[in-house]
């Protein structure tokens, strides 16, 4: 099975990841599309997260009425920080009949070279980036990386920052995520 692997804190997740999913999903062969839901990014500070598993919970209702997503603990099993070449070894090992592509966005792609074997994961694996606002694909990036697709996707300006701001000053952050997950945090007083 050919598999997206959408890596992020989800801190919450939001309708811009849900868009850029499914547009992965319809713009090439991958048959699902599994987000991870990382317990530490080794570029965020642990302190501004929530709770992992509340994290994973609200990726749970983002995604449940689709069967082509699928929200994913896997690195809550692994080392902290997680480091994407070391869950794709995890992967490899206890999945060797897929394939997996990663997808990222056009930030996470510019720190690439900065990952934990970078080298050794842009040869072994494709990936699917689009664009986020702010943050341009170089010219050369097909030559950067031979397996690099670049997603078709509308810029969407929605980030988990701005969620999380709109929440600590009680303005509204409907249409900006999934109801059931915006009714959850609401309900749970997260982020305030």
Request: net charge neutral; proline share 7%; hydrophobic share 40%.
């Amino acid at each position: 099975m050919k598999i997206g692997l959408y890596f992020g804190s989800f801190n919450p997740i939001h309708l811009g990841h849900l868009i850029v999913a499914n547009q992965a999903l319809s713009q090439s062969d991958l048959q699902q599309i599994w987000f991870v839901v990382s317990p530490q990014n080794p570029f965020k500070q642990e302190h501004s997260l929530l709770n992992e598993y509340h994290r994973l919970h609200l990726v749970q209702l983002a995604v449940e009425d689709n069967p082509q997503f699928r929200a994913s603990d896997m690195e809550f099993k692994l080392p902290k920080p997680s480091y994407t070449a070391d869950t794709l070894v995890y992967l490899a090992e206890k999945y060797p009949a897929h394939e997996f592509t990663l997808l990222m966005g056009s930030d996470g792609f510019q720190n690439l070279p900065k990952w934990k074997n970078a080298q050794w994961l842009m040869e072994n694996h494709s990936i699917m980036v689009y664009q986020r606002p702010g943050f341009p694909l170089p010219e050369n990036a097909g030559n950067l990386h031979k397996k690099l697709v670049v997603l078709d996707a509308p810029f969407l300006s929605i980030s988990a920052t701005f969620i999380r701001q709109n929440i600590q000053a009680g303005k509204s952050i409907r249409y900006l995520l999934p109801d059931a997950v915006r009714e959850y945090i609401e309900a749970n007083r997260y982020y305030l």
